[in-house]
């Protein structure tokens, strides 16, 4: 089907698969609470907008040459391929999408529970939202966590610890999660991290991230919570959960001891 204009898609009644291929040099406006699925290697030229309900692009389907607005109340789940996306709702998916624009109250939740979503280039806004599911404490990132992965840079300039992200931690009961050993886990890598030089390798950047942790592990925390550290994974450039026990008793006898022959020492 070819599109001279703007074409209205109102998925109001119920869900919509179009098996055509879309072209010309209109765009797809997506409305109603219900999806739309694009399963084809669509061309059209012109915007995408989602109103409200999903937008699905299937695996091994794609929009990229149309740039997508997701609104506050809609949605776009990547399977397949995109474009630039601005996403002022929600952005979900296992695919791949073109320079990705996290607006204030946009939410990335990566993956289809977890996953690993690919970007060509990313910002991340003041007051945006990472839903961070995971599943095995031991596993991987991208599989048993959630992964944005950044071929560019990741632009995090406007990010600080009075303008901050929300960093939202879901799972279940998690799988091979012992509350005395501490976690690093890697959700965001990218060739760079775009901002100032508190933003290079080996920073604390906890007090940048607003962390909502209430949905982590069934509500079991762990004993220190979390904090978010920079560093680096082979030439990438890294954004980690890092999940802090409790100190163990041997590890307070031995800073005991410490404290003491400093002390002893001073005088």
Do not use: C
């Not at 070819?2 to 109102?10: D, G, I, L, P, W």
């Not at 061309?43 to 506050?72: D, F, K, M």
């Not at 966590?145 to 279940?172: P, Q, R, Y």
């Not at 991230?209 to 079991?220: L, P, V």
């Amino acid at each position: 089907m070819s599109f001279a204009e703007t074409r209205t898609v109102n998925a109001a009644a119920g869900d919509i698969h179009l098996n055509s291929v879309i072209q010309g040099n209109g765009g797809l406006s997506k409305t109603g609470a219900k999806d739309l699925f694009l399963s084809k290697n669509n061309t059209y030229l012109g915007a995408t907008t989602v109103s409200s309900g999903t937008l699905v692009v299937n695996a091994g389907a794609s929009i990229t040459p149309s740039t997508t607005t997701v609104e506050s109340e809609g949605g776009l789940k990547v399977n397949g391929a995109a474009g630039t996306v601005i996403v002022n709702g929600r952005l979900s998916g296992i695919g791949s999408v073109g320079a990705l624009s996290l607006r204030s109250g946009g939410t990335l939740a990566v993956g289809n529970s977890p996953g690993l979503l690919s970007a060509s280039s990313a910002t991340w806004s003041p007051n945006s939202n990472f839903e961070f599911e995971i599943t095995n404490a031991s596993g991987t990132a991208g599989t048993s966590w959630d992964l944005l992965s950044v071929a560019g840079s990741l632009d995090l300039t406007t990010i600080s610890s009075t303008n901050k992200m929300n960093l939202k931690i879901l799972s279940t009961a998690l799988l091979n999660y012992n509350s005395n050993a501490e976690y690093s886990w890697i959700f965001a890598q990218a060739t760079s991290l775009g901002g100032t030089d508190s933003w290079l390798s080996g920073q604390d950047v906890t007090d940048r991230f607003a962390i909502n942790s209430t949905g982590f592990n069934d509500n079991n925390q762990p004993g220190r919570g979390f904090k978010v550290v920079t560093g680096t994974s082979g030439s990438l450039a890294t954004l980690s959960l890092v999940a802090i026990p409790e100190p163990t008793a041997g590890s307070l006898l031995l800073l005991g001891i410490a404290v003491m022959l400093g002390v002893r020492r001073a005088r």
